[in-house]
């Protein structure tokens, strides 16, 4: 079946860029979403690629995806505290669904 | 007023309990979605109602009862919960409900079930 897999856990140090990966098997994906989410709160779209792009950035965050081998990495730059929080990946799948990741809780140490 | 708002943020219940989570969208959407999220799993769908009516019901027990009164409001009625049930549960809308577009969410019930 389809399925996302995310490693569960990042650690980081202040300043330093954050890289989360995400795996998807879904080759008909036509969009893959990051989704963040905060302690306490719901989740917030952060940025989303369309399937038939390489790369998309945006301000501190880059999203590379690589097709061939159902990739989606997400890309933080100068990590701040405030960017602790899981980030989910997801893939929207061939049934218009979103088929959803477990979540990388990101760590940022001083 | 946020875009998604959820109540209560914190439930606590027995299992012979029944109880209702609420969620009221001020977007102007016409999905509206329950998820379940556990630790460490990834989040898990309930319903989907679009323009009120249910569209997708992922083989959830019958122990939760949506409701859907409106494109604003919906409800998760609960009862004869077991402790697995207990979980953040996620409202979510969207603009039109054929899934994968944008979500917006609420900040989540959080359900423990003794």
């Known amino acids: 079946g389809e399925d996302v897999e995310q490693s569960l856990f990042l650690s980081v140090r202040e300043g330093d860029s954050s890289v989360i990966n995400c795996t998807y098997t879904d080759s008909s994906s036509t969009y893959l979403y990051w989704y963040k989410q905060e302690p306490g709160a719901g989740l917030q779209l952060l940025t989303y690629i369309f399937s038939n792009m390489d790369m998309k950035q945006d301000q501190r965050l880059t999203v590379l995806l690589n097709k061939k081998d159902k990739h989606l990495s997400l890309r933080i730059a100068d990590t701040q505290t405030g960017d602790s929080a899981i980030y989910f990946c997801a893939e929207r799948a061939s049934n218009y669904q979103l088929i959803w990741g477990a979540g990388t809780k990101l760590i940022i140490k001083p | 007023e946020t875009g998604v708002t959820q109540t209560p943020r914190h439930l606590v219940m027995g299992m012979t309990n029944k109880k209702s989570l609420k969620c009221e969208q001020h977007?102007?959407?016409?999905?509206m979605y329950w998820y379940k999220q556990s630790a460490k799993k990834p989040l898990e769908l309930m319903f989907v109602?679009?323009?009120?009516?249910?569209?997708e019901n992922n083989s959830v027990p019958s122990r939760f009862s949506p409701e859907c009164p409106n494109s604003s409001h919906l409800f998760l009625h609960l009862h004869t919960l077991q402790p697995e049930d207990s979980a953040l549960y996620l409202c979510?809308?969207?603009?039109?409900?054929?899934?994968?577009?944008?979500?917006?969410f609420g900040s989540g019930t959080q359900l423990s079930v003794l």
């Open positions: 109602y679009s323009l009120e009516e249910r569209v």
């Open positions: 979510a809308s969207s603009q039109d409900g054929g899934g994968g577009e944008k979500l917006f």
């Open positions: 977007l102007g959407h016409n999905a």
